[in-house]
């Protein structure tokens, strides 16, 4: 067997560890059927991102790009019943369609989902001195990425988690961004945004790779300092 067939490892690990949970994938299934993009993250991300929320004992969690609030159900899931997430989303059918599958998997009384462009939602959240996030999930717009860890790093305590999704883009990072016509800005913010966690003195961080369902790609984690 070949690294192409990652797939299907994705769905034998999804079978062998009894990942999926109905009520998540059949909102996975909601979104699709609503028209939502599939660039959701893997049955096995979302519970590494629950895992992540438990084992950093995380009870406020902030997510930017809801979608149709797959990843959202999974930070709901990790913070349980009486932690909180926000969610920032700026697509009016991506939050509509995320309450609804939030509301089916009985999870909505544990979300806030902000509807509006994210760094002015989260300039507001700075602004109100909102109390700091336990962990930080950032995949939304990548050209973005920098702006929205700038206001993260705002929004945090020393130990809070930053995870960004989507750092690695089938190795396109590798690139000079102007070869790649309307995914430029997208691939430059993930590049300066790998820059910034290199370079800023107030977070620890790394990236891994992965493959599976979602093709070659990888996420960023650091730590608050
Ligand atoms: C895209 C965005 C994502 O957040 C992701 O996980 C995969 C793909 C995209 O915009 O293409
Ligand atoms: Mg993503």
């Avoid at 999804?14 to 609503?34: K, Q, T």
């Avoid at 993250?41 to 997510?63: C, D, H, M, N, W």
């Avoid at 997430?85 to 939030?102: D, K, Y």
């Amino acid at each position: 067997l070949a690294d192409h067939e990652s797939p299907a490892v994705d769905a034998y690990l999804n079978s062998a560890l009894g990942l999926e949970i109905p009520e998540l994938e059949a909102g996975r299934e909601h979104a699709h059927n609503a028209g939502l993009p599939h660039i959701e993250i893997s049955t096995a991300q979302g519970k590494f991102l629950q895992l992540l929320i438990e084992i950093s004992a995380s009870t406020r969690v902030l997510e930017i790009g809801t979608l149709g609030g797959y990843s959202t159900s999974w930070l709901a899931r990790g913070v349980g019943a009486s932690g909180t997430v926000i969610s920032c989303e700026v697509e009016p059918l991506h939050a509509s369609v995320a309450r609804e599958n939030l509301q089916r998997a009985g999870l909505s009384d544990r979300v806030e989902i902000r509807l509006g462009d994210a760094v002015g939602t989260l300039d507001s959240l700075i602004d109100s001195r909102t109390t700091p996030f336990d962990l930080i999930f950032i995949d939304a717009d990548k050209r973005n990425n920098v702006a929205y860890l700038q206001r993260a790093l705002k929004l945090s305590r020393p130990g809070t988690v930053l995870v960004v999704d989507n750092v690695i883009r089938a190795g396109k990072i590798l690139d000079d961004p102007s070869q790649h016509g309307l995914q430029e800005a997208d691939i430059r913010g993930t590049q300066e945004a790998l820059l910034w966690l290199r370079d800023s003195k107030q977070v620890s961080a790394t990236a891994l790779q992965t493959v599976g369902s979602k093709g070659w790609d990888g996420f960023a984690l650091a730590r608050v300092l």
